[in-house]
């Protein structure tokens, strides 16, 4: 048992690019522990893996469903549809500037599986992670923001068994300013994973939300350069049995 099974991941690689460097990923998955220190009094992870390993899920590219709405107006739509991105150029890259597949299990097996979209120019940006169907949607993105003001939003909506799962890293050069927004919106039987990192030598503005869902682990770390400035908000709201 796994996040996915075995056979749908292999196969799923072989028709990305860089095959040889996605199957050592996700053997890197596969032999890495969720947690190298486990939960004490001090530290806890509050996160129930074990559902996770349950989830045996396919990988697969769904039905993109025409009635699919944005939850927010007045962005760059970047859609991500059961596995089809539209919106962005997609990079055959499986590699994350800032984020190494050693940092966790779930972030090695998110790189090893999903396709990289690259934001580089200043702008008002959504990007709506959508899962509607049983099967794990990986997604890579890179934040290079050089100089001006960028605004992301990263909605994650899943139902169904369904579990999305985000690296997310931020590159905020010293005359740039950065919104970060982070939500990510399930059902009690849906799941998600997103890990998160800010290098900050301008500013960054971050905020996240996290409700709904049945399994969610939700990572975001900052790294503050000199002269930078950094604020942070963040909520999580559990329904019924998940509380």
Do not use: C
């Not at 460097?21 to 004490?40: A, C, G, H, M």
Request: aromatic content about 10%.
């Amino acid at each position: 048992m796994g996040v996915v099974k075995e056979e749908s991941a292999k196969d799923y690689i072989k028709r990305l690019g860089h095959e040889a460097e996605r199957e050592e990923l996700f053997l890197t998955y596969v032999k890495s522990p969720y947690q190298v220190i486990n939960d004490s009094p001090t530290l806890k992870h509050y996160t129930n893996w074990n559902a996770f390993d349950s989830l045996s899920l396919e990988v697969r590219e769904g039905k993109r469903k025409a009635e699919i709405e944005p939850p927010l107006k007045d962005y760059k739509l970047i859609l991500v549809a059961n596995n089809v991105i539209e919106g962005a150029e997609t990079l055959d890259s499986p590699g994350n500037a800032g984020i190494s597949p050693k940092e966790h299990k779930l972030v090695a097996l998110n790189l090893a599986l999903s396709k990289k979209v690259k934001i580089d120019r200043p702008g008002r940006y959504l990007i709506y992670h959508y899962v509607d169907e049983d099967v794990y949607s990986p997604i890579n993105v890179e934040v290079e923001a050089k100089e001006d003001v960028f605004e992301v939003v990263y909605y994650a909506e899943g139902y169904g068994r369904a579990m999305q799962s985000s690296t997310i890293y931020i590159d905020v050069g010293k005359n740039a300013a950065v919104n970060f927004s982070l939500i990510v919106k399930g059902e009690n039987s849906s799941n998600a994973f997103s890990y998160s990192k800010a290098r900050v030598e301008g500013s960054i503005n971050t905020s996240i939300f996290v409700a709904g869902a049945a399994n969610a682990h939700v990572q975001y770390k900052s790294f503050l350069q000199a002269n930078s400035s950094a604020s942070f908000n963040a909520k999580a709201l559990g329904t019924r049995d998940n509380n």
